[in-house]
Structure formats: C-alpha cells, structure tokens
C-alpha cells in the first residue's frame, strides 16, 4: 500500500503493508531510533512521537493511519529551541535519566507546556505518568520542567 504522509517537515511516500506500525517504520524504513520499542502495548511511552500535533505511542499507530498525517520524531525536534529550553532547564534543576526514556520524555514534556506554561506539581505528574522509565528522581524531573517553562517563557 503507497501511503504519503509528512514526516519532520518533508513530504514522503512509503510503501508498506497496512498493518505494520509506525514505530517499525520510523526505525526500519528511516533510520529514526530515538523511539524505542519496549512494550509494544502503548503502556511505556519509550516510543512516543507528534502525530498530528499530538503525542501518541507510536507502536500502536497502524501504517495505514499515516495516510495524510503530519509526523515529528525526536530527531527532528532536539534542533528547536523549544527543545533546548527543556534540556537546559532539566539540566538546571539536576536531572539525570537514562538516554533511554529522554527522548520520548521530552516530547511529552514540550506537549505539557505548550498547553501550560507554567504546570504545577500535579500537572506534570499527570502529564508524566504514561512514562514508565524509573530511571531518575521525580523531585528534580519537577523542578527542571518547570525552569523548562520559565526558560521558554522568558525567550518567547
């Protein structure tokens, strides 16, 4: 099946058996690694990109979604200076986790402040709880999106 769809900006067009899903394409078709496969059941978030403007666990999107779709994957997003805003301000507050999880955690992070700018405790959390990376401790993962929304804030 021929499906056309837009993938980080640039218009593509794959051919692809309509069942398969996404996070395979990504990986397989155009060598994007940043989302992970690790559960296949939508419950770690590790494989999490922008699909259609919002995030979605991409091992759970059939190819034949795709058809018209607008696509971000980390890869393209690490060059924004939205997502700078977000390193630095984790990187601030002292947050460290695995290379695992940054990825897939920092697109649900920029999704959360797009919507809030300035989340409360609670707010991330809740934005926070389909990652099921333990990997770091939750007190400066706070705090650092937090700094993030301040830093981006500032620069807007």
């Not at 190819?63 to 690490?78: D, G």
Request: hydrophobic fraction near 35%; charged fraction near 25%.
């Amino acid at each position: 099946m021929n499906i056309r769809f837009t993938l980080n900006g640039q218009d593509v067009l794959i051919d692809v058996e309509p069942e398969r899903r996404v996070l395979n394409i990504l990986r397989e078709d155009f060598g994007y690694f940043h989302a992970r496969g690790t559960c296949y059941t939508g419950e770690c978030g590790a494989c999490t990109i922008f699909f259609n403007g919002e995030i979605a666990p991409s091992c759970l999107i059939p190819a034949f979604t795709l058809r018209e779709s607008k696509v971000i994957t980390f890869e393209w997003f690490s060059e924004t200076e939205d997502c700078q805003d977000i390193i630095k301000g984790l990187a601030d507050a002292g947050y460290e986790s695995c290379k695992y999880c940054t990825p897939a955690r920092i697109l649900v992070i920029h999704a959360l402040l797009e919507n809030n700018p300035r989340p409360d405790e609670d707010e991330i959390l809740r934005a926070l709880s389909g990652m099921r990376c333990y990997c770091s401790d939750y007190t400066s993962l706070i705090e650092g999106v937090k700094n993030a929304g301040l830093i981006r804030n500032r620069r807007r």
